[in-house]
C-alpha cells in the first residue's frame, strides 16, 4: 500500500515540475501528459511488486485464541436468494459449539473445510484459532480465511463407511 502512495506522490511531483517549465499553455498539457505518463509507468512498477510479493511470499499462520469448548456438533446450513426468475440455494458444513466467554454460554460455528479435526486423550475440546499475518505494508496483499483446529477427546469421530448406490 505504501508502494502505491509513494509512486502517487513521485507523479504529482513529476508533473508540478514539468508543469513549472512550459510556458502558460503548455503548462497545463504538459502537467496532464506527465501525469498519465507517471500513472502508466507506476501501474507497471505496482504490478511487478505485486507479482513478486506473490511469487516470494508465502502464507503464515499465526494462534490468535484458543476457546474452551462446553459442546460441540456438525451440521450444515442452507442459505439462498430467489429472484423473479432465478435463485440459488447453497449449503456449507459447519462444526456448532458453545463456550463461555466470561458473561455467560454463547455459541459459536466455524466452516467444516477450514477445520482440522485432532483427537487427544485429554478430556473435553478445545479451538484453536489460526489467522493469515503474511502480507506486506508496501505493497497490498490478500489476506487468507482463517484457520481453525478443534482438539476433541479420543473416540469422539465415529469411523463408519457408507455408499448409497442404486439398488
Request: proline share 2%.
Amino acid at each position: 500500500m505504501w508502494l502505491m502512495v509513494i509512486l502517487a506522490v513521485i507523479v504529482v511531483l513529476t508533473a508540478i515540475s514539468a508543469a513549472s517549465l512550459a510556458g502558460s499553455y503548455e503548462k497545463l498539457e504538459a502537467f496532464f501528459g506527465s501525469i498519465l505518463i507517471g500513472a502508466a509507468f507506476s501501474l507497471i512498477i505496482y504490478a511487478v511488486a505485486l507479482v513478486s510479493v506473490d511469487i516470494f511470499t508465502h502464507t503464515k499462520y499465526e494462534s490468535v485464541g484458543t476457546v474452551e469448548l462446553l459442546q460441540l456438533s456438525d451440521g450444515s446450513s442452507v442459505e439462498g436468494r430467489f429472484g423473479l426468475f432465478s435463485g440459488f440455494i447453497n449449503s456449507e458444513q459447519y462444526y456448532f459449539y458453545y463456550y463461555n466467554n466470561g458473561e455467560g454460554i454463547v455459541n459459536g460455528r466455524v466452516p467444516a473445510d477450514r477445520t482440522v479435526v485432532v483427537e487427544d486423550s485429554k478430556a473435553g475440546g478445545k479451538l484453536e484459532i489460526f489467522h493469515d499475518v503474511s502480507g506486506n505494508d508496501w505493497v497490498y496483499t490478500v489476506k487468507e480465511d482463517p484457520k481453525y483446529i478443534l482438539h476433541v477427546p479420543k473416540g469422539t469421530v465415529i469411523r463408519s463407511w457408507k455408499l448409497d448406490g442404486p439398488n
